[in-house]
T-cell receptor
Framework: SQKIEQNSEALNIQEGKTATLTCNYT??????LQWYRQDPGRGPVFLLL?????KEKRKERLKVTFDTTLKQSLFHITASQPADSATYLC???????????FGAGTTVTVRA | DTGVSQNPRHKITKRGQNVTFRCDPI?????LYWYRQTLGQGPEFLTY????????KSRLLSDRFSAERPKGSFSTLEIQRTEQGDSAMYLC?????????????FGQGTRLTVV
């Protein structure tokens, strides 16, 4: 069965630096890969979606890459701010399957 | 507020009791999902509806769990004879159409504690 791994449980960085989060998967490539932000006690909030035939997507200070050869997605937060502190979840879905399969998340803490 | 609404936000119940949660999706969304999330883990899929039809259920959804979406509007998730292992955050999400690429809009969740 498909397994989704996010590289670490926690990432601590200095304000202004770039945070890089990793999401790896086994077996087949997902058709769609999404990244969500989750704050404590709240539901996930959608950030970005990338398709398997796309290499990179950007939105403001966020960038997502998708490498089907490495079976990996990277999520970058550039010029990080303390307000970026949260847990970031990657999630997969397939073309004919509407449910999302989530990784365990990486908690990012940005120090001022 | 036009987002996904879940009630109650918190529920504490004794083991063996039944509980019911409600989800009001974004009004024009025809797809509705239930997920369960435990501490330190990502959400796990439980079930989803397209309009009033329940199209898929996870193996996680034991026979003590039942979900409904009458008239394709709000949804309820009922857990009968609760167990301590049912303690989790129950998240509802909705999406607007039939494309699998559509983002999901999540509610704030219902935190269930079984004592």
């Amino acid at each position: 069965s498909q397994k989704i791994e996010q590289n670490s449980e926690a990432l601590n960085i200095q304000e202004g630096k770039t945070a890089t989060l990793t999401c790896n998967y086994t077996n087949y490539s997902p058709a769609y890969l999404q990244w969500y932000r989750q704050d404590p006690g709240r539901g996930p909030v959608f950030l970005l979606l990338i398709r398997e035939n796309e290499k990179e997507k950007r939105k403001e200070r966020l960038k997502v890459t998708f490498d089907t050869t490495l079976k990996q997605s990277l999520f970058h937060i550039t010029a990080s701010q303390p307000a970026d502190s949260a847990t970031y979840l990657c999630a997969f879905s397939q073309s004919n399957d509407y449910k999302l399969s989530f990784g365990a998340g990486t908690t990012v803490t940005v120090r001022a | 507020d036009t987002g996904v609404s879940q009630n109650p936000r918190h529920k504490i119940t004794k083991r063996g009791q039944n509980v019911t949660f409600r989800c009001d999706p974004i009004s024009e969304h025809n797809r509705l999902y239930w997920y369960r999330q435990t501490l330190g883990q990502g959400p796990e899929f439980l079930t989803y509806f397209q309009n009033e039809a329940q199209l898929e259920k996870s193996r996680l959804l034991s026979d003590r769990f039942s979900a409904e979406r009458p008239k394709g509007s709000f949804s309820t998730l009922e857990i009968q004879r609760t167990e301590q292992g049912d303690s989790a955050m129950y998240l509802c999400a909705s999406s607007p159409d039939d494309r699998a690429s559509t983002e999901a809009f999540f509610g704030q969740g219902t935190r269930l504690t079984v004592v």
